[in-house]
């Protein structure tokens, strides 16, 4: 997109100032991406994994080594069966309740000090994508109030 500070590398960018990432639901990865991961040696768990392996969610908690965490989610990362509307729709994303059970598990284990949800490309004559969005930004202000006290814990 001709610059280095653009949305597609936000994380590289973040990567590059030396702060710890931990990126879940990958699918598609360039060459460049693929030997940074192993160069720099960082925190992936890949869609297939959470797709085959029942313990990613334990190993991914384990492996945020912060007590305080942002959380970015990209909604490019949602199967697009549930969020069509995003930039790059790729099969075999994250499933709803993967992504809410694991968003859960990290309000409860950490300090989460903001959060956002980007990539959101609404689709002409669908609210589909707009209203899963704004429903996963409901249970991340419900998971805070949680963990924060303000509200009990309810399942759903």
Not at 19 to 24: E, G, K, R
Not at 34 to 53: F, G, H, M, P, S
Not at 136 to 155: M, N, T
Request: charged letters at 25%.
């Amino acid at each position: 997109e001709g610059s280095i500070h653009n949305h597609a590398c936000v994380m590289r960018r973040i990567v590059d100032m030396g702060l710890p990432t931990l990126q879940i639901g990958i699918r598609a990865i360039c060459k460049e991406e693929a030997d940074l991961i192993k160069e720099k040696q960082l925190n992936v768990i890949r869609a297939r994994e959470i797709a085959t392996q029942p313990d990613w969610t334990d190993r991914a908690i384990s492996s945020i080594t912060t007590d305080r965490v942002f959380l970015t989610i990209d909604l490019d990362g949602i199967d697009p069966t549930l969020i069509p509307g995003v930039g790059t729709p790729e099969p075999g994303g994250l499933n709803w309740y993967s992504l809410t059970g694991f968003l859960r598990r990290v309000f409860e284990s950490h300090d989460v000090i903001g959060c956002d949800i980007m990539e959101l490309a609404p689709v002409a004559d669908s609210v589909v994508s707009e209203f899963t969005a704004a429903k996963l930004a409901y249970k991340l202000i419900g998971y805070q109030a949680v963990a924060k006290g303000w509200l009990k814990s309810v399942d759903s």
